[in-house]
Structure formats: structure tokens, C-alpha cells
């Protein structure tokens, strides 16, 4: 099986040498480099999420992917969600459509819900309308995909009566995954759609997805589609030694995760919760050989054909993170493949 090995960040805000933290203009600077160091070691794909809030700092994931688009050649380049519920799906649809000639066809989006809600008040958008608001929304951009002009009519926006859209792709589609974090309809509504499936998996066994990998499939077989790709997004961190990982990981991950937790409800993480993800959840915290074992495990037991490693955490530095990317790249990427192809 041919595995595809991939970044994602959010542009988390992170700290510099003195430990404050770094103007939003550094950290998207940073970002950028991140994306070209992650083309120059090998990397597959590299993702860039969207967020409105002060933790982080890319609410336009376009436009970082075209900066990085302009300083490199294979890598491919998406959105880690884009938050489509929220956004016009035209709109969307352009601004990929632009991303994927400037970058000579390597654009990518996932559309999802998001985690997060505060773009919704900030677009003007009723929470009460969160479902049929995704999908009104990811059924017009579907139909979209196919660079046809389009007649479509719903309650969450104006209608369209045979309506083409610009700029057209050189190769006719943009490449469309949906994110789902674990709703079994949400599932099966990517493969109505005969759309690829990325699993963001952050906590548990990865193990437990597999019911949900196996849906997903039936399904698609069920609607007639196509078989479609599965993918992965998982949190991790590399470095030399597992102990060097774990504890550079650590602080960093607990403040962005006691941060959001305070504003879901959550308990703080204890150090045996999180040591307890590293050695068998879905936290990918460690050295090349130890994280590249547990990658080739969970591409095996979900037959996904596409894994990526969402490398920031909060304040983490840039240059830990360079240095995480640069091993995921050299030395967990071969090892993945090799395992992979060897099972």
C-alpha cells in the first residue's frame, strides 16, 4: 500500500528565546517557513487550519498556502479545516481554484465544521443552523467540484441559475476531503458525496476508528461511488530521544489543552493522561523509530492511505518545530514505507 506522509499546523501563536510570545506577523512568517522546509525534507502535504481566535494566528489559510506555494515545487498544499459552514462555498471554491494555479495543480481543501465556533458570530451565522448549514453548504460545493455551471437553490444562501465560477482548474477538479471528527453521519455523508475521508483523531486509541473506516467504505460501495481515500490528523512531536520528545511536547501541549478545556469543560490533563496518549493514544510523541512505528500501525489498522502529523501545540518554539519536521521528513517518512510495504 502506497502511503502518503504529511504536516498540518494551525499557526498556533508560539513563544520566542525569551518565552513571550511572538507578534502574529512573526508566527505566520514562521509558517511559511515550516511549509518550505517541509517541501525540501520530502514531505507529501502539508496543511494550514482556520481559526478566529487569539491562540492562533491564521485566519486565511490561502493565502499562507500561496506564500509557501511560491517558494516550493512538489509538496502539496490544503486547508486543515477549512470551516465551510461559516464560509460562501463559492468564494471557497475560488480561492482554491487560484491556490491551484499558482502552486501548477497541487491545491487541496478539507472542508469541515471545525472544532471551534467563534467564526460563526463573527460572519454573522446562527449556531442553531450548524447542520444544515454544512450541508446545504457542502452541496453546493460538490456540485461546484465538477467546473460546470450550476443551478442550486437552498435556505442558507442566494440561488444559482446556471452559474459557472472562475477560475477553472487545469485539471478540471480540486482535490476535496472531508474532515469528520467521529460522527458516524458525518461518515456517511462524505461518501454520499463519493468524497475522500480525513479522520481527525486526537485522543483514544486510533484503534476505535476502525468501525467508523469500515462504515465509511460500505457506505461509498452502497451510494456506487468509487473507493475513496482515507486519511489520518493526529497531534505528535519528534525528536532525537523519546524522553527529549515527551518533555519538550509537554508543557506546551498541556497550556493549549487546559486552554480550550477551561472553555469546553474539560478537567486539566494530568501527566498520566498524557503519558498515557504517547505510549498507545494519539499523541505521536517521540523519537523517528518510535512515532514512525505507531504511524505504520495506524495506517495498517484503518487501511488509510494518508497520515498527517499536526506538528504545532500551542507555544511550542519554531525552530523545535523545524527540527520535528526535518526528522519527520529524513527519517520517520522512509521508516513508515518501509513497514508499511513490509506488513
Known amino acids: 500500500m502506497d502511503v502518503q506522509l504529511g504536516l498540518d499546523t494551525f499557526g498556533d501563536v508560539t513563544a520566542g528565546a525569551d518565552g513571550n510570545r511572538l507578534p502574529y506577523d512573526q508566527v505566520l512568517r514562521n509558517v511559511v517557513e515550516e511549509g518550505v522546509l517541509a517541501d525540501r ?31 516550493t515545487e512538489r509538496i502539496r498544499l490544503g486547508s486543515a479545516v477549512t470551516v465551510l459552514s461559516s464560509d460562501d462555498p463559492v468564494r471557497v471554491y475560488e480561492r482554491f ?20 465556533t467563534e467564526s460563526f458570530p463573527l460572519f454573522g451565522f446562527d449556531l442553531s443552523q450548524y447542520e444544515v448549514l454544512f ?16 443551478t442550486w437553490q437552498g435556505e442558507t444562501r442566494p440561488a444559482l441559475i446556471e452559474q459557472d465560477v472562475f477560475p477553472k482548474t487545469a485539471s478540471g477538479r480540486i482535490r476535496t476531503w ?32 476502525a468501525p467508523y473506516a469500515d462504515l465509511y467504505r460500505r457506505a461509498l ?19 532525537d ?40 493514544g494519539s499523541l505521536y510523541v517521540g523519537s523517528p523509530e518510535t512515532v514512525a512505528e505507531r504511524i505504520a500501525e495506524t495506517v495498517q489498522t484503518l487501511g488509510a492511505e494518508r497520515f498527517d502529523l499536526k506538528y504545532s501545540a500551542g507555544t511550542l518554539p519554531h525552530e523545535v518545530m523545524m527540527r520535528s519536521i526535518e526528522l519527520y521528513g529524513t527519517r520517520v517518512m522512509p521508516l513508515v514505507r518501509e513497514r508499511v510495504a513490509g506488513s
Open 41 to 71: 525534507v520530502g514531505v507529501d502535504f502539508f496543511g494550514v487550519g482556520e481559526h478566529h481566535r487569539d491562540d492562533f494566528a491564521v485566519s486565511s489559510p490561502e493565502v499562507v498556502l500561496a506564500a509557501i506555494a511560491a517558494r
Open 97 to 116: 481554484a487560484t491556490l491551484d494555479g499558482i502552486s501548477n495543480g497541487r491545491a487541496e481543501v478539507i472542508v469541515g465544521r471545525g472544532s471551534f
Open 135 to 150: 450541508e446545504e453548504k457542502l452541496n453546493l460545493f460538490a456540485a461546484l467540484l465538477d467546473e460546470q455551471p450550476v
Open 178 to 209: 472531508v474532515g469528520v471528527g467521529g460522527s458516524p453521519e458525518s461518515v456517511v455523508r462524505a461518501a454520499r458525496y463519493g468524497l475522500p475521508l480525513t479522520l481527525a483523531i486526537i485522543g483514544g486509541a486510533p484503534a476505535r476508528f
Open 221 to 239: 460501495a452502497q451510494f456506487g461511488e468509487e473507493t475513496q481515500p482515507i486519511g489520518v490528523h493526529s497531534p505528535g512531536h519528534l525528536a
Open 241 to 280: 530521544t523519546d524522553e527529549q520528545a515527551i518533555e519538550e511536547f509537554w508543557p506546551h501541549y498541556k497550556v493549549m489543552v487546559d486552554r480550550i478545556g477551561r472553555e469546553r469543560g474539560w478537567a486539566p490533563m494530568g501527566r498520566d493522561h498524557y503519558d498515557e496518549e504517547v505510549r498507545s
